[in-house]
């Protein structure tokens, strides 16, 4: 079946460094969405990309969509507390327009 | 506005018992999704609707079913529980298909 492949699955990160999580699918995707979930909490959505090669930023947060709409990843500089949390990528795939989640990003901060 | 309401927020079953799970959409959103989450993984997809009808649907037995009502509220329902179901049940609305998902908080379903 269709999946997307997120790495890596848990990130450690010192408070003001920058980290990188990876999102890789086996087919093209129509776009791709970024959610956070907090722990105990519900995902809520950050961004979405849909055109090859976009690139997005919200504040700290940088988001790229591959050039083959295969992969994408979210890059987070100067990290904080606040973003304790795991983040999900989320292709909507081209042939049957299901929206396939990865298994998250896990990130802790140590102060 | 209210968001995605759901109910209930927690459920214990027993197996072979049968669990009805409800979701309110916020209001003017005409899709519903459903989605199973085990604790360490991401969401997984069970079923869309889309104007009452059902426009997608994951891999997962004939024992989940779901509907979507005039008032775009959905029921997810779940017949001959198994220990394997229990899990984060998690409905998301949005104003149009493909379009981005507005999560509820979700009902934690334990099943004994």
């Not at chain 1, 990528?89 to 396939?100: P, T, W």
């Not at chain 2, 079923?47 to 959905?74: H, I, L, M, T, V």
């Amino acid at each position: 079946g269709q999946q997307v492949m997120q790495i890596p699955q848990y990130q450690h990160v010192q408070e003001g460094e920058d980290f990188t999580t990876y999102c890789n699918s086996s087919t093209t995707l129509s776009n791709i969405q970024w959610y956070k979930q907090r722990p105990g909490g519900h995902p809520v959505f950050l961004i979405q990309l849909v055109k090859s090669g976009e690139v997005k930023k919200q504040k700290r947060l940088t988001f790229q969509f591959g050039e083959a709409k295969k992969n994408s990843s979210l890059h987070i500089t100067a990290t904080q507390t606040t973003d304790v949390g795991t983040y999900f990528c989320a292709g909507l795939h081209s042939n049957d327009y299901k929206l396939s989640f990865g298994a998250g990003t896990t990130v802790t901060v140590r102060a | 506005d209210a968001g995605v309401t759901q109910s209930p927020t927690h459920l214990i079953k027993t197996r072979g018992q049968h669990v009805t799970l409800r979701c309110s959409p916020i209001s003017g959103h005409k899709s519903v999704s459903w989605y199973q989450q085990v604790l360490g993984q991401g969401p997984q997809f069970i079923f869309q609707y889309y104007e009452k009808e059902e426009r997608g649907r994951g891999n997962f037995p004939d024992r989940f079913s779901a509907r979507q009502f005039p008032n775009y509220s959905s029921e997810l329902n779940v017949n001959a529980l198994l220990l394997g179901d229990s899990a984060l049940y998690l409905c998301a609305s949005s104003f149009d298909l493909n379009e981005k998902l507005f999560f509820g908080s979700g009902t934690q379903l334990s099943v004994l």
